[in-house]
């Protein structure tokens, strides 16, 4: 079955280290996003992509890096830089020949600086 | 700019009966689409129900139903019978599309929805 696949589940990291978070989805999509969740709140816009080798940042892109080399990976990286990274991270993929399908998600990975 | 407010953080609802979740939202466009996804403790988010700007009718999909007010901009949604299942977050999401961005969801805070035995 198609669907988008994130990993690590659940990550530590100690401060001051990079750490990347894995999306694949082999859906097709053209379209990939990521979103931070804090405990409680809604959802806010990291970074996007519409087609490889392009991303755009969103809302809260500071301290986040992303690369899109190909259609199906949207990696991202948490720099040392984000000061507060704890929360947990949704990865989303989307085609425009479906917009009324909205969004697919994974799973998500819960980020957790020890 | 567009929003999406969720003005109820917290809800309970007795098992079996129907609850709704109040959703408004703040866009220009013409041409707009509503989502409703829930979260339950697990993570994941799970597409509801959808409704298009230009629908004349409100979406239905099982127990899930969208009471569509475009003149008040508002997307309640409303869950018939609940189910201890039901328990979980509840996200109202508006598409919009962004010149060479494509298509966008926005989303609301969110609503806590609890079922009690």
């Known amino acids: 079955d198609g669907g988008i696949t994130q990993s690590p589940k659940y990550l530590f990291r100690k401060e001051g280290q990079n750490v990347t978070l894995s999306c694949e989805q082999n859906l097709n999509h053209d379209a990939m996003y990521w979103y931070r969740q804090d405990p409680g709140q809604g959802l806010r816009l990291i970074y996007y992509?519409?087609?490889?080798?392009?991303?755009q940042k969103g809302d809260i892109a500071e301290g986040y890096s992303v690369s899109r080399e190909k259609k199906e990976s949207f990696p991202l990286t948490v720099t040392s830089a984000q000061k507060n990274p704890t929360a947990f991270y949704l990865c989303?993929?989307?085609?425009?020949?479906?917009?009324?399908?909205?969004?697919?998600f994974g799973s998500g990975t819960r980020l957790t600086v020890v | 700019a567009q929003k999406i407010t969720q003005t109820q953080p917290g809800m309970f609802v007795q098992e079996k009966e129907a609850v709704t979740l109040d959703c408004t939202y703040d866009t220009s466009d013409p041409s707009y689409g509503l989502f409703w996804y829930k979260q339950p403790s697990s993570g994941e988010m799970i597409f509801l129900i959808y409704?298009?700007?230009?629908?004349?009718q409100n979406a239905t999909e099982g127990r899930y139903s969208l009471n569509f007010q475009k003149a008040r901009k508002s997307a309640n949604l409303v869950i018939s019978a609940s189910q201890l299942g039901d328990s979980a977050m509840y996200f109202c999401?508006?598409?919009?599309?962004?010149?060479?961005?494509?298509?966008?969801?926005?989303f609301g805070g969110g609503t806590r929805l609890m079922v009690k035995p």
């Open positions: 409704q298009g700007s230009y629908d004349q």
């Open positions: 999401a508006m598409r919009r599309y962004i010149f060479n961005a494509g298509n966008m969801l926005t």
């Open positions: 989303a993929s989307s085609t425009r020949d479906r917009p009324n399908y909205g969004y697919t």
């Open positions: 992509s519409q087609i490889v080798n392009d991303f």
